[in-house]
């Protein structure tokens, strides 16, 4: 019986050779790259169907796709989470370049099927159900519910009685992402959703590498302040050395996700499982990969699986939905369990926590959370928490766990996104190369009266914890940098943002002649520890007093200075003197180099597009005006 048939299908084969052979061809190829129409970035896993079937293609990494179409198809549909369908017409093009429009209203198509049921080993908490259950939109709820962190804007400080700044390095690049959803949906942003230095922190900057055997070298510029006429603004600059990912540690990642009923929009767990899916292809055979969820009850949906096993972790991470209250406290737990049992010395452990924050059951109380993860932070297990979803965007919790367990912290607000942190990204994101990393500088009386750093509030450190080892601080992963920007009051100025103490009865603050004479503006210093170290390491740099007119400050200093005006505007800045949209667009359209991914492009369309939002009526042409 086996031989009639493979006789059968060999004489089929030949039959359609011989077809094939005798008539034209019933096929033609369609090829093309798919875009995001802000960014205009790549788009992977974009999903390519010819009309009327289920016949079709996804894109690849780069956004390429090319499919087969019988001679007749008239028509190509291009669909993708959190995008609008397109429906394209062919013609008689082979090439067809498409650009999906983000679309945060309309995201209920998509069909997730149901998890597995636990056994109860691998349970904490009581035991539920996985189940399928019926997807439904919900209705954005109201943006009023989401919650940040209230920050105090600080003030310029007297360089006579406050000589010393010191605060925290911060790679977080949340604030930026969420502000962009916010305004890509007409909403202004809450003053308290604006941290300057993240918005500054989001984009990269053509630091050098470092030469030497420091994990990260010292970068400074000085020039005018473009909105405080008579000001100078200070850029510092601090890079990472970049690693090859194959010469990166191996690790041991576990996925925590929130699978409760709070992430059921579609731009919440859908967009979890399509940027999770985007981390699984950069693995390595050296890396494990195990994947928490927590509702109702937390539970181990797959073990710890090598790296080389994508499709099995794709499948994992693919087959989950939401439903219940949110236990995240138990999946905390649990995850970190599943991280110990597995802990690879010397390699990079890593709980990767995904989710809106909503925590509303369990281990609640943010205080509990933050020792809990303090704990494990010892033990060699960090955090990075991503967070997903409008509404109820827990904003000030989700950064506040990072921040003690020595991750960082992202805002996904879409795909495009999870490819910049997770690909284009990737070693920064998960691998850190100096921890604990302060910077302390003290700026000299005869040069400066006052200064003040731009951001960073809750990064703010006592200067006697700046050679306190046990005080923790922020980390450097491979490849990251980190700016600040001081804005200063020279000796020659004069300022209505200075206000003078009394005179001092008993002492009589003035400069040495060496301080004079030096030509020293600022000596900054910066402390941080290799990481699986315990005892800091320090590192100085001088910086002079000689500072260069705006117009001739590098292309990356004059766009972190746009940014920086952009969030002083959005965060309604005591400080933002003469800051106006028109000049934020001058500024940034006059420094759009390094700009291969269209991030610096897309900020200039953010900044139009709060103009309009504003209640001052400033709207912005596109030459700024």
């Known amino acids: ?56 293609t996804t894109t690849d990494q780069k956004g390429f796709y090319t499919l087969d179409v019988p001679v007749g198809t008239t028509r190509l549909i291009f669909n993708l989470i959190g995008y609008q369908r397109q429906e394209i017409t062919l013609g008689k093009r082979q090439t067809i370049d498409v650009t999906l429009i983000p679309d945060t209203h309309t995201l209920s198509e998509v069909v997730v099927t149901g998890y597995s049921t636990q056994s109860k080993r691998s349970v904490v908490g009581s035991v539920a159900t996985f189940g399928p259950q019926p997807r439904y939109y919900r209705p954005q709820t109201n943006p009023a519910t989401e919650s940040y962190e209230a920050t105090k804007e600080t003030g310029f400080q007297d360089v006579h009685h406050q000589p010393l700044t010191t605060f925290s390095a911060d790679v977080d690049r949340a604030s930026y992402s969420n502000i962009r959803r916010l305004l890509n949906t007409g909403q202004r942003p ?11 922190n989001y984009f990269n900057y053509q630091y050098p590498q470092p030469t030497g055997e420091a994990p990260m070298s010292i970068t400074t510029e000085l020039t005018e302040s473009p909105w405080n006429t008579g000001l100078q603004l200070l850029r510092v600059g601090l890079q990472a050395r970049r690693i090859n990912n194959d010469r ?23 967009l979890v499982q399509a940027s999770l899916n985007l981390l699984v292809d950069q693995l390595r055979p050296t890396d494990r990969v ?17 790296g080389d096993q994508p499709q099995r972790i794709k499948d994992a991470i693919n087959q989950l939905r939401a439903g219940g209250s949110t236990a995240g406290g138990a999946g905390i737990t649990l995850a970190y369990q599943v991280a110990r049992d597995n ?45 997903f979803g409008m509404g109820n965007l827990k904003d000030a919790r989700l950064e506040t766990l990072a921040d003690k367990g020595n991750g960082n912290y992202a805002y996904i607000d879409n795909l495009p996104e999870a490819r910049k942190v997770f690909i284009n990204e990737f070693g920064g994101t998960l691998f850190t190369v100096a921890k604990d990393v302060k910077l302390q500088l003290e700026f000299n009386p005869a ?55 009394d005179s001092l009865k008993y002492q009589q603050p003035v400069a040495t002649t060496a301080a004079v004479r030096s030509g020293e503006l600022v000596t900054l210093k910066v402390r941080y520890k290799q990481p699986a170290d315990s005892v800091s390491q320090e590192l100085q740099h001088v910086v002079k007093t000689q500072a260069i007119p705006f117009s001739e400050a590098t292309p990356d200093f004059r766009f972190a200075a746009a940014v920086a005006e952009f969030g002083l505007l959005l965060g309604e800045s005591a400080y933002k003197g003469s800051a106006r949209y028109g000049q934020v667009v001058k500024l940034a359209k006059g420094a759009l180099t390094n700009d291969s991914e269209g991030y610096r492009s897309e900020f200039v369309r953010l900044v139009k597009t709060a103009s309009g939002l504003v209640s001052s009526g400033e709207v912005v042409d596109e030459e700024g005006n």
């Open 447 to 501: 040069h400066v009266q006052a200064y003040r750093l731009l951001g960073y509030e809750n990064r703010r450190l006592a200067n006697e914890d700046f050679k306190n080892d046990q005080k923790d601080a922020g980390d450097l992963g491979a490849g990251h940098s980190v700016t600040a920007l001081y804005e200063l009051i020279p000796t020659s100025a004069k300022s209505p943002y200075l206000a003078r103490p």
């Open 1 to 56: 019986m086996k031989n009639v048939v493979a006789g059968w299908v060999f004489l089929t084969l030949l039959g359609l050779v011989a077809r094939a052979n005798a008539q034209p061809s019933q096929v033609r190829t369609i090829s093309g790259t798919v875009t995001e129409e802000t960014t205009q970035t790549p788009l992977p896993g974009v999903v390519v169907v010819i009309k009327g079937t289920t016949n079709g």
């Open 248 to 270: 990166l540690p191996p690790s041991n990642l576990v996925f925590l996700l929130d699978v409760s009923g709070s992430m059921n929009d579609a731009n919440k767990l859908p």
């Open 190 to 200: 809450p003053k308290d959703a604006v941290r300057l230095e993240e918005m500054i």
């Open 290 to 306: 195990a994947l928490v969820v927590y509702a109702g009850a937390a539970g181990l949906v797959l073990p710890p699986t090598p």
């Open 343 to 387: 802990f690879i010395s010397n390699g990079n452990n890593r709980v990767i926590l995904a989710t809106d924050g909503d925590f509303n059951v369990g281990v609640a109380d943010t205080g509990e959370l933050q020792r809990l993860i303090e704990d494990e932070r010892k033990t060699g297990i960090f955090l990075s928490v991503l967070g």
